[in-house]
């Protein structure tokens, strides 16, 4: 089992802001236009408050990226068991089409539903687990939208699989440079306007400081993804493949950021607990095993029972994980057992 980072945070109703990728990217093109412009002019005045401007942009964008798409749908960290059908890992084509964005991504089709995605919704949510992926009532009594099939097929079958996000930190990242960028610019501006000759030297040393950041925060975002392995914890989903079959704890959550569905963003644990039957490569040949570690999964009452023992067996892990358990002061340890662990007393015989 593997825990994962965590950047989002979901949000309720009210704290919800529409999806604004078309207006970020229109106003880094007018931004751009405008810099091209001041550069020209080469007029240091004209420049910084283009740039100060764009450098607001860029962190009103993360704000809401990270804490103003997200519906939270529970208050408690969801699980799911299912079968992994396609892994998405970021890479510099993914990450530029969304703004930024490293997470990598399952998706999974929920126990004992159907196999493929042919079947109408109505199969993928009438089954044990099918409210994970089943419109919200909190959300269309919002008057928000979940995809249709009218859109496109990707989005549509987000309604029959559970989508399933594992978070990296490239918005993250992206906001912590944007704002000390942000507090450089200010700093040559009010450097520029108040101080004599003398600053010359400082802000031009400020400028380089600020060039160098923007560059490597680009750099960072876009060619230094996470390394996909079983160690990383920065939004990878290790080594978890097609016909696996998972149990996947985490925020179970509306994203708003696209034609609208549910999802587990951020997955906080995931384990792989079986293959699928079949040949993984070939979900024509798939067929759902009829047990699971020696405990039936056929029926919903036998997926429920499943989902509560491997979801039981994760949340005990990564308490593990996080410290240990309160009622076990032994295990309460943070850097290792043999550092800061209760020792246990000797027994004498």
């Not at 109703?13 to 931004?31: A, K, Q, R, T």
């Not at 283009?50 to 798409?69: E, K």
């Not at 126990?111 to 079947?119: F, K, M, S, T």
Request: aromatic share 8%.
């Amino acid at each position: 089992m593997i825990p994962y980072q965590k950047y989002t945070q979901c949000t309720d109703i009210s704290g919800y802001v529409p999806n604004h990728f078309g207006n970020f990217y229109l106003s880094i093109g007018v931004l751009v236009v405008m810099l091209g412009a001041a550069l020209a002019l080469a007029t240091s005045l004209v420049l910084i408050p283009v740039l100060i401007a764009a450098a607001v942009a860029v962190i009103a964008f993360c704000t809401w990226y990270l804490y103003h798409r997200l519906i939270c749908l529970s208050p408690k960290e969801v699980c799911a068991i299912g079968v992994v059908t396609n892994v998405l890992h970021p890479n510099v084509e993914t990450i530029a089409s969304k703004g930024g964005d490293n997470d990598a991504t399952i998706n999974i089709l929920l126990a004992p539903g159907p196999l493929d995605y042919n079947e109408a919704v109505t199969a993928y949510t009438g089954h044990a687990q099918g409210n994970l992926v089943a419109e919200q009532s909190y959300i269309t009594n919002a008057l928000l939208p979940y995809a249709t099939a009218a859109g496109s097929t990707e989005s549509f079958n987000h309604l029959k699989g559970l989508h399933c996000e594992f978070e990296g930190n490239g918005i993250a990242t992206l906001l912590a440079f944007a704002e000390v960028i942000l507090a450089l610019l200010i700093a040559i501006l009010v450097l520029t306007l108040v101080a004599g000759p003398w600053a010359a030297p400082l802000i031009f040393l400020l400028w380089i400081i600020a060039a160098l950041l923007g560059a490597a925060g680009l750099f960072n975002d876009l060619f230094n993804p996470p390394v996909a392995q079983e160690t990383d914890t920065q939004g990878n989903p290790g080594n978890v493949t097609m016909g696996d079959i998972v149990a996947v704890s985490g925020d179970w959550i509306y994203d708003g950021g696209h034609s609208g569905w549910n999802e587990i963003h951020a997955v906080h644990n995931c384990l792989k607990i079986a293959t699928i039957g079949g040949d993984p490569n070939q979900t024509s040949t798939w067929t759902w095993p009829t047990e699971i570690n020696g405990m039936p999964f056929v029926t919903d009452t036998d997926v429920t029972a499943a989902v509560n023992y491997w979801c039981g067996m994760m949340s005990k892990a990564g308490g593990a994980v996080k410290g240990g358990t309160m009622t076990d002061p032994g295990n309460n340890w943070v850097v290792h057992p043999i550092v800061d662990g209760c020792q246990q007393p000797p027994v004498i015989v």
